[in-house]
């Protein structure tokens, strides 16, 4: 993906970008509170080292990147923005009158945001999934819990080719969309352990309420927005490849209907550019130096992805070709939410949930993540097998 070369290699072949982009990730997992400062650095290390001593044209890099960036920035924004919307309809209020009161309801919520995964991007089903929560469980949502809606989230977009960016990259480079769907197989083993774990811890720590205010009444105003905002990233994803200018179209038409919650945005913006800053950084990865393809490393790919950003080592794959497609696809996704900061999805609910910005506590109370990771891909190793896909005449 990269192409970059001339650089320093450790002993053992390593290259020192690696090892830089190691080290910023450890900083952001030690100094959670500073996370923002220490990828900016991280990044700003890497980027000196290339230039001066890799040889990186940095305009033509750019020039390849700056779609992803921008794209990545819109929807961020914009789903804050959706998110917004959400809430001020009153309609998560409402949302309990069909939960179960018992741990089955925080189950129940979780597989709703697997499904929304599937047809809406996975940052916004993950938000979706957080506004819902924190009404529901009157603001004492557990970090497991939060955990468990953004891997809920990314399981979903891992079997839909509109549902996840790295999805959506593999069927422009030509892969079917019934490959990426054999995923859903590991998938619903996935969602099914994980939302049983965190379902019953979220309830000891507090129960769903059960019935909405009585005098409450839904802003179909904002349910409306909130539709052509979904309608508009789904439009914008298949027609033109850049999903955030259908959400932005969709918020100025909003506009119109009910007034925009600008303040959203300077919420988000931060937490954001830290997500932009750890693309950007893996973006100067030489990605093409890992390994030969093969359900070994599909497997390994999980694990890399919740520290390592999922969009290159997507775009690897499918330039390497001789990749089952739809181990690749649960394995990035659903791989990123092992940690917050593995997938955009994790990010976005953290702008609105600080606390999970805790590395140490996101791996205490979501250990069930890794657990129902290594469960959903060996079953469906077992059930359907490596079939792996040439596409090696494919570039990303």
Do not use: C
Not at 216 to 228: F, P, S, Y
Not at 256 to 266: A, F, K, N, V
């Amino acid at each position: 993906m990269s192409g970059f070369s001339n650089g320093i290699e450790l002993p053992g072949g390593i290259p020192l970008e690696f090892v830089l982009f190691g080290l910023t990730l450890l900083g952001v997992a030690i100094f959670h509170h500073r996370n923002f400062e220490v990828a900016i650095g991280g990044l700003g290390v890497i980027l000196t080292y290339k230039l001066l001593l890799a040889h990186l044209d940095l305009p033509s890099h750019l020039l390849r990147e700056w779609h992803l960036l921008l794209n990545l920035l819109g929807l961020l924004l914009g789903f804050a923005i959706l998110a917004k919307h959400f809430e001020e309809s009153r309609f998560p209020e409402w949302l309990p009158k069909w939960l179960p009161d018992t741990w089955t309801g925080g189950f129940i919520l979780l597989v709703l945001v697997a499904v929304l995964s599937t047809f809406l991007d996975n940052i916004a089903a993950a938000i979706i999934g957080g506004v819902v929560a924190k009404k529901v469980y009157k603001n004492r949502v557990s970090v497991g819990y939060l955990a468990a809606i953004v891997a809920a989230s990314n399981a979903g977009g891992a079997g839909s080719v509109i549902g996840d960016t790295t999805t959506t990259m593999m069927w422009i480079a030509g892969v079917p969309a019934l490959e990426v769907a054999k995923a859903v197989v590991a998938v619903v083993v996935a969602v099914i352990f994980s939302g049983i774990v965190a379902g019953r811890a979220q309830h000891r720590i507090q129960p769903i309420r059960k019935d909405p205010p009585k005098d409450l009444k839904i802003d179909r105003g904002r349910l409306l927005i909130v539709g052509l905002i979904i309608a508009g990233a789904i439009a914008a994803n298949l027609l033109l490849n850049f999903p955030a200018a259908g959400v932005w179209a969709a918020i100025l038409l909003g506009g119109l209907i009910r007034p925009t919650p600008w303040g959203e945005m300077s919420k988000a913006m931060k937490g954001s550019f830290f997500l932009l800053s750890l693309v950007f950084s893996a973006s100067l990865m030489p990605v093409e130096t890992l390994p030969a393809p093969s359900w070994q490393t599909a497997f390994s790919l999980g694990f890399i992805s919740a520290v390592f950003d999922n969009i290159p080592l997507t775009a690897l794959a499918i330039f390497q070709g001789g990749y089952d497609w739809g181990f690749v696809a649960y394995a990035v996704g659903y791989g990123g939410s092992m940690i917050w900061f593995g997938s955009s999805a994790g990010v976005a609910i953290t702008n609105s949930f600080p606390e999970a910005k805790d590395t140490g506590r996101w791996l205490r109370e979501g250990w069930h993540i890794a657990v129902a990771y290594v469960l959903g891909f060996f079953v469906m190793l077992a059930l359907v097998g490596w079939h792996p896909n040439g596409l090696n005449h494919l570039r990303p």
